[in-house]
Antibody, heavy 122, light 111 residues
């Protein structure tokens, strides 16, 4: 059974940094692209970033480009999201998700973690 | 990049059927989409991948009551024999070579 467990969320001041982690189990981690998707309070889902299985390809939403960095450590079955220059509008639950069956790095998600809350406030 | 349009809300009675719609923007009518369900207070759950032909592949454990279909730029999610636990937000999603996009979501109320 695929399990994804996010950690690292919390309260951070505007302009600050935070690193999220997602520990994966029940899958051959390096075989799948992985995504981060966020959801602001009371709002819909927003795709944030995706990384290929090897880590060689990464893509970002325009709203986070240049501030967030996605990475992975396939030896530890762990996905990361480094978030810098955080803004109030980055406040959201951040979900880690496994990519489904696609020929491209960008893909739908077929397994989701439970999410971790990031609050950006002074 | 593609844009997905969903009605903000829908309602149907317990035991009945409901058909939710996700519309792809002009020039993107051949795109594959995915449907996700998000019950109140929970993480999203993948339901199915749906092609322009109407062919769909459901996720693990998704009940037979859930099905998909397509017509032109429209992608549908039909839920039959509605149960109380089907009350949730439903999101469609599509992707391009370097981006992924969600629709705004439809809030389904089971009466």
């Amino acid at each position: 059974e695929v399990q994804l467990l996010e950690s690292g969320g919390g309260l951070v001041q505007p302009g600050g940094s935070l690193r999220l982690s997602c520990a994966a189990s029940g899958l051959t981690f390096s075989s799948y692209a992985m995504s981060w998707v966020r959801q602001a309070p009371g709002k819909g889902l927003e795709w944030v970033s995706v990384i290929s299985g090897s880590g060689g390809s990464t893509y970002y939403a325009d709203s986070v480009k240049g501030r967030f960095t996605i990475s992975r450590d396939n030896s530890k079955n762990t996905l990361y999201l480094q978030m810098n220059s955080l803004r109030a509008e980055d406040t959201a639950v951040y979900y880690c998700a496994k990519a489904g069956d696609c020929s491209t790095t960008s893909c739908y998600e077929d397994y989701w973690g439970q999410g971790t809350l990031v609050t950006v406030s002074s | 990049q593609p844009v997905l349009t969903q009605s903000s809300s829908a309602s149907a009675s317990l035991g009945s059927s409901v058909k939710l719609t996700c519309t792809l923007s002009s020039g993107h009518s051949a795109y594959i989409i995915a449907w996700h369900q998000q019950q109140p207070g929970k993480a999203p759950r993948y339901l199915m991948k749906l092609e322009s032909s109407g062919s769909y592949n459901k996720g693990s454990g998704v009940p037979d009551r859930f099905s998909g279909s397509s017509s032109g730029a429209d992608r549908y999610l039909t839920i039959s024999n509605l149960q109380s636990e089907d009350e949730a937000d439903y999101y469609c999603e599509t992707w391009d070579s370097n981006t992924q996009v969600f629709g705004g979501g439809t809030k389904l109320t089971v009466l």
